[in-house]
């Protein structure tokens, strides 16, 4: 079987694999309408918790534990508090993923999309999605860079805005749609 | 006919008696209105099965003029499935033009670029292999920009309905195997490969049969009515809120790539 076949084969399974998933009924988000109602939900939650964060993972306290207390504390206590801190990067992806799906929900409502808009953000994700992950092992094994993560965190609050803002906008436009819809007939409506 | 095996005879027989429950069912429960072209297709596809009868019924015919005739039917069913499987697509994204022009946009450019790669790999000898090779290649096609698009509505989070899910799955599932018989029947019974085209035909009759059975269930009830209604958001919307969002997406990931970057440190 030379090279061009077996990749031709592997292709083909390739294929089928991705048919079964494409097909598979989304487990969360299936309707768009869904989409609107996960972004409605709070995305703040972890900018209340910011200083607590920032306070688990500073490295005085890790320096005070090892001095007064004992090692073993030291070691457990910053084992639980890269646990919250880990806890705290899934909720920034979270906000990421929530904006990113705002950005698609304004895409499918929009009559015309810019292909190379499309793309760029799709491109955009996948990296974040490949940092995120990266970095999540980072944490995970213990090599733990944090005195950024309050200059991200700072990043997805006013992103949060941002989303709160859009969305009052998409309402209000759903509102007025809704409310044109009742008087005027669907063509006209179309045509705006 | 007659000196088609018997196995061959009733997978034929099969394929047939199903093309004409997908076209019956199609027709009592009035879905034929909502995908004229998918019924074309299939009333096309049993006209093929008796033209292909007809051809064997004919005293004398010389093999390669039934070789030819059965190819020009061929092709004129993958035109009708190319135009069905679109009119699907369409009918999915109907309700959203933004959206649909990015689906015809990933349908085209994959197709060209799988069309591309199909001709670089085509080493056929002889007319007959030259003509499997291309039907081959239609169906990677086919199915390469079927999932593209597929992959476009589901990144979009857009609801197809289960019965148009079920129509795509099937032409997608018949063109992937297809590829699949004939490339295994191209590997390993290269030099023999004339003598393995009575296998090829059942073992692609076969998957069509598979592919029918889905159509069935898919037209057995009739398709569901289109009641999607959408809040536009006017282009200049569009060109405002979704750089902004861009522009956030990506100082979040700047940021996440910082963090990164930093040195790393042993806890």
Request: one cysteine or more.
């Amino acid at each position: 079987m030379n090279i061009a076949l077996l990749l031709l084969a592997g292709f083909a399974i390739l294929l089928l694999i991705l048919l079964v998933a494409v097909l598979r009924e989304p487990e969360r988000h299936g309707k768009p309408e869904n989409d609107l109602a996960f972004l409605e939900e709070s995305g703040r939650s972890h900018a209340t918790y910011l200083r607590q964060v920032q306070q688990a993972m500073a490295a005085e306290d890790f320096e005070f534990l090892a001095a007064r207390g004992s090692r073993e504390l030291s070691k457990r206590t910053r084992k639980e508090r890269r646990k919250i801190v880990l806890e705290y990067l899934y909720c920034l992806r979270n906000n990421f993923l929530k904006l990113w799906r705002l950005a698609r929900v304004i895409s499918t409502m929009s009559p015309k999309v810019g292909v190379g808009q499309e793309f760029a953000r799709l491109r955009l994700g996948l990296i974040f999605f490949l940092h995120y992950e990266l970095l999540r092992i980072k944490f995970r094994f213990g090599f733990a860079p944090l005195p950024e993560l309050g200059l991200l965190s700072e990043v997805v609050s006013r992103l949060a805005v941002r989303l709160e803002t859009a969305m009052r906008e998409l309402g209000e436009r759903a509102a007025q749609a809704a409310k044109l819809a009742s008087t005027l007939d669907g063509r006209r409506l179309d045509s705006r | 006919m007659s000196s088609m095996p018997l196995y061959l005879q009733s997978t034929w027989a099969c394929s047939i008696l199903g093309q004409l429950i997908v076209l019956i069912l199609l027709l009592l429960k009035g879905n034929f209105r909502r995908v004229p072209l998918f019924t074309a297709y299939t009333t096309l596809n049993i006209c093929q099965a008796g033209f292909i009868l007809l051809l064997y019924l004919i005293p004398g015919i010389s093999s390669a003029n039934f070789l030819t005739l059965s190819w020009a039917s061929e092709f004129v069913t993958l035109i009708a499935q190319a135009l069905a499987t679109t009119e699907i697509l369409r009918i999915t994204l109907k309700p959203y033009p933004g959206i649909w022009g990015l689906g015809w946009r990933a349908l085209a450019s994959t197709s060209v670029l799988v069309v591309i790669v199909v001709e670089l790999t085509s080493r056929g000898h002889t007319a007959g292999e030259r003509l499997f090779e291309l039907n081959r290649g239609y169906h990677l096609t086919f199915a390469t920009a079927v999932i593209a698009c597929l992959l476009l509505v589901r990144y979009y989070s857009i609801r197809v309905p289960i019965a148009y899910k079920r129509i795509l799955g099937g032409f997608c599932l018949n063109s992937c195997v297809e590829v699949l018989i004939y490339t295994f029947i191209q590997a390993f019974f290269h030099k023999d490969f004339d003598l393995h085209q009575v296998r090829w035909e059942f073992l692609t009759t076969l998957s069509f049969v598979a592919a029918l059975a889905i159509w069935v269930v898919a037209v057995w009830k009739p398709f569901p009515a289109e009641d999607r209604q959408i809040a536009w958001l006017s282009d200049s919307e569009y060109q405002r809120l979704s750089p902004e969002i861009d522009e956030q997406l990506r100082r979040v990931n700047e940021k996440l790539l910082r963090l990164w970057k930093l040195e790393a440190r042993p806890n």
